[in-house]
């Protein structure tokens, strides 16, 4: 079965400093893999996916992702934190259903991002 | 609508009573999920649609739990028998197959 890692239950950086949020991941097969963001009493919003093509990925607001297959990662950053980037962070892999991608969203535990002034 | 639509945004009921959540996904898409968040917390899987297939089932945590998505659109979660554990906010989502999923803002159910 598929399975998502985060390892940092909070990440802490200074306004202007560049932020990474780590995620791993567990798979058979290709990986289909997601960020999303949730601000405080909102809806989880999607940032931005690896499905195949460059390992660099560019998303919503800045952010962009690496997806490492040797190192089964994929780390969200920025190269210029905001205090409005303060949030939960949710790493996502999609569970396969046989041999093809179209299982469930399988979600890390998430990750406090601590964007100080 | 433009985005996932669900409702009622908040519901308080009284232990040992049921509750229906609703869940409208975005035009044409295949597939729907349904997950659960308690305070600051992770995202609990609960169950999943794709297309004609058998629901995936796994995530729901006791018989009191059910859903059911008819004609392909709209998804209703239901509880029965409502304990205060049940306490959450209850997210649906809606995907095109194995593309992104797209969240509804969610219903906060309070149970007392």
């Known amino acids: 079965a598929q399975s998502v890692a985060q390892p940092e239950d909070q990440v802490n950086v200074a306004e202007g400093n560049p932020l990474t949020v780590k995620c791993t991941y567990s798979?058979?097969?290709?990986?289909?893999l997601f960020w999303y963001v949730q601000y405080p009493n909102r809806g989880l919003q999607f940032l931005l996916k690896?499905?195949?093509?460059?390992?660099l990925v560019k998303g919503s607001y800045g952010f962009e992702a690496e997806f490492n297959k040797s190192q089964t990662s994929f780390h969200l950053k920025k190269p210029s934190a905001l205090v409005s980037d303060s949030a939960l962070y949710f790493c996502?892999?999609?569970?396969?259903?046989?041999?093809?991608?179209?299982?469930?969203?399988?979600f890390g535990q998430g990750t406090t991002l601590q964007v100080k002034p | 609508g433009a985005g996932v639509s669900q409702s009622p945004s908040n519901k308080v009921t009284e232990k040992g009573k049921d509750v229906e959540l609703r869940c409208d996904p975005i035009?044409?898409?295949?597939?729907l999920y349904w997950y659960r968040q308690s305070l600051g917390q992770g995202l609990e899987f609960l169950i999943y649609?794709?297309?004609?297939?058998?629901?995936?089932k796994s995530g729901l945590p006791s018989d009191r739990f059910s859903a059911e998505r008819t004609g392909g659109s709209v998804s209703t979660l239901t509880i029965q028998r409502t304990q205060q554990e049940d306490s959450a906010v209850y997210l649906c989502?809606?995907?095109?197959?194995?593309?992104?999923?797209?969240f509804g803002q969610g219903t906060r159910l309070t149970v007392v």
């Open positions: 690896y499905i195949t093509g460059d390992n």
């Open positions: 649609f794709q297309g004609n297939s058998a629901p995936d």
């Open positions: 035009s044409g898409h295949t597939a």
């Open positions: 798979v058979s097969g290709n990986p289909y």
């Open positions: 996502a892999v999609r569970d396969t259903i046989g041999s093809s991608n179209t299982g469930k969203l399988i």
């Open positions: 989502a809606s995907s095109l197959a194995w593309q992104e999923a797209f």
